[in-house]
């Protein structure tokens, strides 16, 4: 199976995508977390992007947040599919990064999830690399199966708690 990358613009966005690479650990999709900066190392962030697809990576996650052109300074140098996920700064709350990763000019294209929304970034890259992969699939489906069946039991409680009020 092909790998995730996880690139972050700082070491700050830890906290952040942590749940992408618990989620990835979870499904089985080995995950390599790396700090690049679109600023500061653009060169390493070039290097790596373009040198992706022979070191085995399926797809790109690149969290970060104020300008946020990570992502789009990943995806200019690859054909991978990257995923931005905006992180949220003290000034704007992560509107700002928003933006910067989903405004991408026609050609270069950044999929881009909520601010913080690393979880649901790394169920975008599974479902990704399970187009052509049937266990992940699998793995997939029985992951919605559970929350289907969680919320079922939720509606069941609540319907409990009802008639006592």
């Known amino acids: 199976m092909k790998k995730v990358a996880i690139i972050m613009g700082s070491d700050s966005d830890l906290p952040i995508v942590t749940p992408a690479i618990k989620q990835l650990k979870d499904l ?18 070039h290097d790596f992007s373009k040198n992706a697809i022979a070191n085995g990576f399926g ?29 949220s700064a003290k000034v704007l709350d992560g509107m700002d990064a928003m933006l910067a990763t989903v405004m991408m000019p026609p050609g270069i294209p950044v999929a ?7 979880k649901n970034a790394a169920l975008l890259a599974a479902e990704i690399l399970a187009v ?3 266990e992940l699939m699998q793995k997939l489906i029985a992951m919605r199966d559970d929350m289907a069946k969680q919320v079922v039991e939720k509606d069941k409680a609540l319907q409990e708690k009802i008639k006592e009020i």
């Open 132 to 134: 052509g992969d049937d």
């Open 28 to 45: 089985g999709i080995e995950s390599e977390v790396r700090v690049m900066s679109a600023h500061r190392t653009p060169e390493a962030a």
């Open 59 to 87: 797809v790109i996650i690149a969290a970060a947040g104020m300008a946020a052109h990570l992502g789009g300074v990943l995806a200019a140098s690859t054909t991978l599919p990257v995923i931005g996920i905006p992180c």
């Open 112 to 118: 881009t999830v909520g601010v913080n929304a690393a």
